[in-house]
């Protein structure tokens, strides 16, 4: 069973950035195409970005030009750098595939990205 682990959340002001972390328990890491998802209280699970298993990236509108999604193979970890953060990005930060066709059933328990001032 894949476990995934979730870290890097936290409050911080508007304008402030924060860098979330996401380590996989799973075989061929590299060969997987990975995404974070953010959940805002009272709103469905929305992606946010992904990156293929060879580098390449794709972002949602809301989050174009201020966020970067990175990975490091040798690690099973993805990483998420906010920047410019802004209230309205507040929700619990998850990962799994990048495909919300083929998610890994199991979800890690997410971190939480507070941005209030």
């Known amino acids: 069973q894949v476990q995934l682990v979730e870290s890097g959340g936290g409050l911080v002001e508007p304008g402030g950035s924060l860098r979330l972390s996401c380590a996989a328990s799973v075989s061929s890491f590299g060969g997987y195409g990975m995404g974070w998802y953010r959940q805002a209280p009272g709103k469905q699970r929305e992606l946010v970005a992904t990156i293929s298993y060879n580098g390449i990236t794709n972002y949602a509108d809301s989050v174009k030009g201020r966020f970067t999604i990175s990975r490091n193979n040798a690690k099973k970890t993805v990483y998420l750098q906010m920047n410019s953060l802004k209230p309205k990005d507040t929700a619990v930060y998850y990962c799994?595939?990048?495909?919300?066709?083929?998610?890994?059933?199991?979800w890690g328990q997410g971190t939480q990205v507070t941005v209030s001032s």
């Open positions: 799994n595939k990048g495909s919300p066709t083929s998610l890994w059933p199991s």
